[in-house]
């Protein structure tokens, strides 16, 4: 069975690291990966997006329009983009707090989360909105919004993918003093539903 | 053997490594950079690894080399390949004698280049044979075949992967140090006639290249790359698919979803395949072929079944089934293909209402980019005067956006200095500017410089220097003195040589007036461009202040706080410089800090006319 993984958002957001993580984790499971990654002028600020397939059926990095099982919005403008990717009845997490972009300030529009967040609602049955800013709060740093979002689709069991095999995967790539706060984030979403 | 997770870049650094590679050089260039800043960091004792100024240096560098009986590779973007097209384009006729691979990464989109040429087509024009790679996997082994071929036809040889082979990530399979080749370089051996080009041997080696490449044709017709896969009893019988590159990837998911059609994969798509594209025709009485920039597959098949009689129609760019420009996805060929064997397109999903209008989102300059303070001070500076503002290749080319709106002009690496010069030479009255980055200086600008001095131009040169190559990922240029040799790390490049001084260059040269600012300081910068640009002749600002990515360059912490009590909402620091940091509260009218992008730089604060905005001490 193959896994289609959409994670999208904006230049700088940390998508790359969140789907490395998940590519991991299932490699060490002995799955086939592959992806696509946005890299070059668009990391300044651009949208940006990776597409992670796992699974032994796949021939191309790329997923096609619904086709994605999980959709990891890091920006709710940038989940909406990408939803003609989410197969019917697929998983979205997303991050409830827009990023402006410059030009949207410049123009004085009124680019913000509410309308995107209502569409999302209107169309995905399977929504889960991570309120960021709440986030945020909770675990002292906005640094590991990637982790908190991964860990919220691998809550929902779609992926295949357990919490720990993510935090192993964590462990090999990032510095020990970073694992609690990491792990924090990727249960975060767990703590509160209990 | 065994298995790790790599882009496409990093599988071919190390197919170059398991053959022996001694000696990697090229110049930074979106999609191509991580090949060689995966050797650097890869590299086995004895490969030598370097950044060139350009890719005509490194071209020359790596021929050099490969007289010398090295094993080389030399990576750059398909963009790059035109400022080494001169060595390249002679280097045919001479030949090599060790094994050298060219790796020039396309970019169909384009994502982020300025054309959408097609290698395949440089190929055919160089006359040099050239690999085509679908995947990372399939370009890990293809280097190693190709320092083969490269080795026993005495040619340099093509690795033309795409953006999305170059991006993609797979699990692949390589091998372990301990079965990497070990090629030891004989030495360069006097001879004239072999070394040296003059016309009568580029005759002779004329002859012999159109001879090999005929050659080569059949022997790519039995290599394996070249994949004809049979159609599927129950598809029609006289249709039939032809591919290269992802599309290819593309082609096979379709097929899973509409069935297996009798099905041509190209890998080498020069020479091409001839006896193997016979076979595949035969019997067959319509063909659609997918690839992206050019229609190289689909010439050559009509070539082929012009030259044979074979009647089959051949479609796709050239008959609009499939578009002409920019990449092709999934989606576009699985419809294309229904269409084309169904007769219908694919069918639409259940019809949604329409998303909520969404923001564009260009790229822009980082929060704290001194790029912004330098394009302000200027625009300050020059306020009411003609000017033109010629721009280059880099981050700073994003210096066209609102509101900055500061690059009237961009062409190419340079091509500022001289496009400056063709509007003074027709408008004497214009101010005439060029921008150019610290590594697009040492790349390609200097010549520009001793033409204007030469040729006694009127115009302001304003060298933008963050001390990187920031576009690109931060590579390390003859400014930084920075070099890739004992680098593991690429953060933290141990080896330092001299440093290029631009200055002491542009002085050299004869630029009368070279002054160096730090474009933060806004007052300074701004009387500074004012009192220079006044100057007759040619001369040179440096703004001279590092890339926010760079490390040690910003304080964490250092942001600039907004008094809410006396921000007045007027939004000019917004309008004047649109930094990524600054938003507008809506409800409370009044401007907000992201002080997760807040580098501190100040520029914001000397806009105020209220002085609100505080803080972030420098
Ligand atoms: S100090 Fe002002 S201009 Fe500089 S990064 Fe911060 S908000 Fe942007
Ligand atoms: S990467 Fe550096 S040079 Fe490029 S926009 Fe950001 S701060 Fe400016």
């Known amino acids: 069975m193959n896994k289609n993984i959409i994670l999208t958002g904006v230049g700088g957001q940390g998508t790359v690291l969140a789907s490395k993580l998940l590519a991991a984790a299932a490699m060490k499971k002995g799955l086939r990966v592959m992806s696509a990654e946005t890299i070059g002028m668009a990391q300044r600020g651009g949208s940006v997006f990776s597409h992670l397939r796992i699974g032994d059926e796949i021939e191309s990095p790329m997923i096609a329009q619904g086709e994605a099982d999980v959709i990891l919005g890091f920006e709710p403008g940038e989940t909406v983009r990408m939803l003609p990717y989410l197969k019917k009845g697929g998983l979205v997490v997303v991050s409830n707090r827009a990023v402006m972009p410059v030009t949207a300030s410049l123009a004085g529009s009124d680019y913000n989360a509410a309308s995107m967040l209502d569409y999302l609602s209107e169309q995905v049955e399977n929504l889960k909105v991570i309120d960021t800013d709440r986030a945020i709060e909770d675990l002292g740093s906005a640094k590991v919004m990637n982790v908190l979002l991964l860990g919220a689709a691998v809550a929902s069991g779609v992926l295949g993918i357990t919490t720990d095999e993510i935090m192993d995967a964590i462990k090999t790539r990032l510095p020990e003093k970073l694992w609690e706060l990491n792990r924090r984030a990727l249960e975060y979403t767990e703590s509160l539903s209990s | 053997m065994h298995k790790e997770f790599l882009m496409g870049n990093e599988a071919i650094a190390l197919g170059a490594l398991a053959a022996g590679v001694n000696l990697v050089c090229g110049y930074p260039g979106t999609p191509s950079t991580e090949v060689l800043e995966t050797v650097a960091k890869r590299r086995t004792e004895g490969t030598y690894v370097e950044w060139s100024v350009n890719e005509k240096c490194a071209m020359e560098v790596a021929a050099g080399a490969a007289y010398a009986g090295a094993r080389t590779l030399v990576t750059m973007k398909q963009v790059g390949l035109n400022v080494a097209s001169d060595p390249l384009m002679s280097l045919e006729y001479v030949g090599v004698k060790g094994g050298m691979v060219i790796l020039v990464a396309d970019d169909p989109g384009p994502i982020s280049s300025q054309t959408e040429q097609d290698t395949r087509c440089f190929a055919a024009f160089s006359k040099l044979p050239c690999f085509d790679p679908s995947s990372g996997e399939e370009a890990y082994r293809m280097v190693q075949e190709a320092f083969e071929l490269s080795e026993k036809y005495k040619t340099p040889v093509f690795l033309r992967p795409t953006t999305r082979v170059c991006h993609g990530y797979a699990d692949v399979e390589v091998k372990d140090e301990s079965e990497y080749s070990e090629h030891k370089a ?223 002009t961009c062409l190419c690496m340079g091509a500022g200095l001289g496009i400056a010069q063709g509007v003074f030479r027709t408008e004497p009255d214009t101010s005439c500017f060029a921008f150019v980055g610290d590594s697009t200086f040492f790349a390609s600008a200097i010549p520009g410089v001793v033409n204007a001095v030469y040729n006694r131009a009127e115009m302001t040169l304003i060298v933008l220097d963050n001390s990187t190559t920031a576009m690109t990922g931060h590579q390390p240029h003859p400014g930084t003195g920075q070099v890739m040799m004992g680098v593991k790390d690429p953060a933290t490049y141990s080896d330092v040589t001299s440093c290029v001084d631009i200055e002491q260059v542009l002085k050299g040269i004869g630029v009368t007036v070279v002054e160096t600012v730090n474009p933060l300081e806004l007052e300074t910068a701004v009387e500074t461009v004012k009192r220079v640009s006044d100057k007759p002749g040619v001369k040179a600002i440096i703004f001279r202040s590092p890339c926010i990515a760079l490390k040690g360059a910003v304080k964490p912490g250092n942001h600039v706080t907004v008094d809410e009590d006396t921000c007045i909402g007027c939004g000019k620091c917004i309008r004047e410089i649109g930094c990524p940091a600054l938003y507008m509260d809506q409800e409370k009218k009044k401007v907000c800090v992201d002080t997760s992008l807040c580098t501190g730089c100040g520029l914001c604060k000397s806009l105020c006319p209220v002085n609100a905005i505080g803080g972030a001490a420098r």
């Open chain 2, 186 to 408: 004989e030495g360069f051996v006097k001879d004239s006639k072999r070394w040296v080009i003059f016309p009568k041997l580029s005759y002779q080696a004329h002859i012999n290249i159109e001879a090999r490449n005929e050659s080569l044709s059949k022997v790519f017709s039995s290599n394996e790359l070249n994949v004809l896969t049979a159609g599927a009893d129950n598809m029609p019988q006289e249709v039939g698919i032809a591919a290269g590159g992802i599309s290819y990837t593309y082609v096979k998911e379709a097929e899973k979803k509409i069935g297996q059609l009798r099905t041509f994969k190209v890998s080498t798509p020069f020479p091409f395949p001839e006896e193997k594209a016979v076979e595949f025709l035969t019997g067959l009485s319509k063909v659609l072929v997918f690839e992206e920039l050019d229609p190289v597959i689909e010439r050559a098949l009509i070539y082929v079944a012009g030259k044979y009689e074979l009647p089959v129609k051949i479609y796709g760019k050239l008959t609009h089934h499939v578009q002409n420009s920019g990449e092709n996805t999934r989606d576009s060929v699985l419809s294309a293909m229904r269409e084309f064997v169904e007769g219908k397109t694919t069918e639409e999903g259940t019809d949604k209402t329409a998303p909520p209008e969404l923001p564009v989102r260009p790229p822009v300059l980082c929060a704290g980019c001194p790029h912004r303070a330098s394009f302000y001070a200027v625009k300050q500076a020059m306020k009411g005067k003609k000017t033109i503002f010629c721009g280059d290749i880099g981050c700073y080319t994003l210096g066209n956006a609102m509101p900055l709106d500061m690059v009237d």
